[in-house]
């Protein structure tokens, strides 16, 4: 099968305060992307982050950084120093070659409280 | 413009009665999607389009929905019958391959 867990649903820190936002995918595919997308309360969904299976180098732009770590297929989220105005959901997002089609994983729920 | 539009961006239904959700991608984008967001849900897959493929259409709940692309670029969903559990918003997106999709504002849909 091929899916995407994230396991946390909803997550509440105080500002300032560093979080995880795990993602686990599963796939037999060898070439993959996997996304990761922000949906503040205002509704739209904001592209985060691109990874390709081929590219196992993490990230980090500004507060935030990724881990992508294919031996556990996991594609992990952090945010530094977290602000209010990170509260939204997070969703991680796989796209497998034989299935073409995004697939979004349940979300997490990310409050940031001042 | 140059990001993927919806419309209507609202719509209040009866019960039973048809509509027409519409979506315009982005120019130049193969591929396009349809998704369903219930109240704090996530984000449900309905269809996805590729080039001349034959779509995915393995996320329609129930045949009274059907969605078809012309031309390879604008899309209607259609829902006939409507019932009050397809009230939710409405997302439409488009990509080119192995890139992110870009998400229109969604049609919120209200089925009374």
């Known amino acids: 099968a091929q899916k995407v867990t994230q396991a946390q649903t909803e997550i509440s820190v105080v500002e300032k305060e560093d979080v995880t936002l795990d993602c686990v995918y599963e796939?037999?595919?060898?070439?993959?992307?996997l996304f990761w997308y922000k949906q503040p309360p205002s509704g739209e969904l904001v592209f985060l982050i691109r990874r390709n299976s081929f590219d196992e180098q993490n990230e980090i732009s500004g507060r935030y950084s990724w881990n992508f770590q294919k031996s556990t297929s996991s594609f992990n989220f952090t945010i530094t120093a977290s602000q209010v105005v990170d509260s939204a959901v997070y969703f991680c997002a796989p796209t497998y070659s034989s299935a073409s089609k995004i697939i979004f994983g349940s979300g997490t729920r990310l409050s940031i409280r001042p | 413009g140059a990001g993927v539009s919806q419309s209507p961006s609202n719509k209040v239904t009866e019960k039973g009665k048809d509509v027409e959700l519409r979506c315009d991608p982005i120019?130049?984008?193969?591929?396009l999607y349809w998704y369903r967001q219930s109240l704090g849900q996530g984000l449900e897959f309905l269809i996805y389009?590729?080039?001349?493929?034959?779509?995915?259409k393995s996320g329609l709940p129930s045949d009274r929905f059907s969605a078809e692309r012309t031309g390879g670029s604008v899309s209607t969903l259609t829902i006939q019958r409507t019932q009050q559990e397809d009230s939710a918003v409405y997302l439409c997106?488009?990509?080119?391959?192995?890139?992110?999709?870009?998400f229109g504002q969604g049609t919120r849909l209200t089925v009374v």
């Open positions: 120019s130049g984008h193969t591929a």
């Open positions: 997106a488009s990509s080119s391959t192995g890139v992110q999709a870009f």
């Open positions: 389009f590729q080039g001349n493929s034959a779509p995915d």
């Open positions: 796939t037999r595919d060898t070439t993959y992307y």
